[in-house]
T-cell receptor
Framework: GAGVSQSPSNKVTEKGKDVELRCDPI?????LYWYRQSLGQGLEFLIY????????KSGLPSDRFSAERTGGSVSTLTIQRTQQEDSAVYLC??????????FGPGTRLLVL | AQRVTQPEKLLSVFKGAPVELKCNYS??????LFWYVQYSRQRLQLLLR??SRESIKGFTADLNKGETSFHLKKPFAQEEDSAMYYC???????????FGAGTRLFVKA
């Protein structure tokens, strides 16, 4: 079946603009995760959603970052007033309760 | 606090040599440990998890709670093993997953 998809694959924006990144998880997966991958920094946990529980937002680096998951499926990560340090690859993953995560291809964000 | 440390950013070995990618963790509870791999131009994918106690592509990893380690090992490296390897930890019963910084393995012919 279809894997996790993310859009756009690349995004170039100007400092101060808002951006929205989209994630379509694997159908039926109850958990959805967002990570940020910066050069030499590994994967930085941002947020996860699990079923109808309140999301764990403990990894969001500032209040400029927010995410929502509608209908238990598609998720959008929004970054307001982007800064150059927000430039990174943003990865989405989904899983069932057994927690093996299936990753999307990522969105490469460049803030000029 | 949960923390995963992969001390080597780059590991280079010759084909046929043994390889060990180190992973140490810090967590006060009972952890679940994973190794994920990202081959060139491919998505990040699960390699193995400690609760499965299985060998994937010749790789094994043993959870050592005394040393808080989960090192990844393979007795004979192959060129196709060249990739970026990430160690990850989540709390048993929880979903938040912390990844290490990753180790790039380069297997030379």
């Amino acid at each position: 079946g279809a894997g996790v998809s993310q859009s756009p694959s690349n995004k170039v924006t100007e400092k101060g603009k808002d951006v929205e990144l989209r994630c379509d998880p694997i159908s039926g997966h109850t958990a959805l995760y967002w990570y940020r991958q910066s050069l030499g920094q590994g994967l930085e946990f941002l947020i996860y959603f699990q079923g109808n529980s309140a999301p764990d937002k403990s990894g969001l680096p500032s209040d400029r970052f927010s995410a929502e998951r509608t209908g238990g499926s598609v998720s959008t990560l929004t970054i307001q007033r982007t800064q150059q340090e927000d430039s990174a690859v943003y990865l989405c993953a989904s899983s069932l309760r057994e927690k093996t995560q299936y990753f999307g291809p990522g969105t490469r964000l460049l803030v000029l | 606090a949960q923390r995963v440390t992969q001390p080597e950013k780059l590991l280079s070995v010759f084909k046929g040599a043994p390889v060990e990618l180190k992973c140490n963790y810090s967590y006060s509870g009972s952890p679940e440990l994973f190794w994920y791999v990202q081959y060139s131009r491919q998505r990040l994918q699960l390699l193995l998890r400690h609760i499965s106690r299985e060998s994937i592509k010749g790789f094994t990893a043993d959870l050592n709670k005394g040393e808080t380690s989960f090192h990844l090992k393979k007795p004979f490296a192959q060129e196709e093993d060249s990739a970026m390897y990430y160690c990850a930890l989540s709390a048993t019963g929880g979903f938040k997953t912390i990844f290490g910084a990753g180790t790039r393995l380069f297997v030379k012919a």
